[in-house]
């Protein structure tokens, strides 16, 4: 099955200051999601991206399908962006979404 | 529009129980996914459900079942509880099968005693 791997698995940041998380896969996929995982579990949709570029806010993403990998910008971090990052990739061949290991993201106040 | 509602929230069973947890997805989504996440194996796909058929199953014992129903909400059930059955049990619901975003629920936390 495909692979993915997310990194780094940590990040430590001080408010304010930028961040870029990567994600890269091992096929073809037809469906690439960016989710944060809130303390509480549930998964909260950032950016659905199998290709191009979006931006919403403090943050963006830009997955470059041919090469295999996607980035998540986050700028001007806060202490409520907090938590884990996580890639999820569909294989175009398959119908299920595969996770990356996750960033844990620390923002200092 | 209301989210993916999944009942119950929390749930604390003896080994060998059985459970059933519900998924309530989007209204107008006809798709319904089930991930299971434990720290030691992240998340991990159980089962897809599109029009009542299972169109896919991850790689787990035949002790996890699914189903879902003509108005698109689903059940899993998970037979003869293991320790190692405790975790976050997240339902996903999109449009249709295929190429859609997904959208989650809250999470069933299920610890087995």
């Known amino acids: 099955g495909i692979q993915v791997e997310q990194s780094p698995p940590d990040l430590i940041l001080q408010e304010g200051a930028n961040s870029t998380l990567r994600c890269n896969f091992s096929d073809s996929v037809n469906n690439l999601q960016w989710f944060h995982q809130n303390p509480w579990g549930q998964l909260i949709n950032l950016f659905y991206i199998p290709s191009g570029t979006k931006q919403n806010g403090r943050l963006s993403a830009t997955t470059v399908a041919t090469e295999r990998y996607s980035l998540l910008y986050i700028s001007s971090s806060q202490t409520t962006d907090s938590g884990v990052y996580f890639c999820a990739v569909r294989e175009t061949s398959g119908s299920r979404l595969t996770f990356g290991e996750g960033t844990q993201l620390t923002v200092n106040p | 529009k209301a989210g993916v509602t999944q009942t119950p929230r929390y749930l604390i069973k003896t080994r060998g129980q059985q459970v059933t947890l519900s998924c309530s997805p989007i209204s107008g989504h006809r798709s319904v996914s089930w991930y299971q996440q434990t720290p030691g194996q992240g998340l991990q796909f159980l089962f897809e459900?599109?029009?009542?058929?299972?169109?896919n199953k991850g790689n787990f014992p035949g002790r996890f079942s699914g189903r879902q129903f003509s108005n698109s909400r689903s059940e899993m059930n998970v037979s003869t509880l293991e320790l190692g059955d405790s975790a976050l049990y997240l339902c996903?619901?999109?449009?249709?099968?295929?190429?859609?975003?997904?959208?989650f629920g809250p999470g069933t936390r299920l610890t087995v005693t």
């Open positions: 459900y599109f029009s009542e058929t299972q169109r």
């Open positions: 996903a619901s999109s449009l249709a099968a295929g190429a859609y975003e997904q959208y």
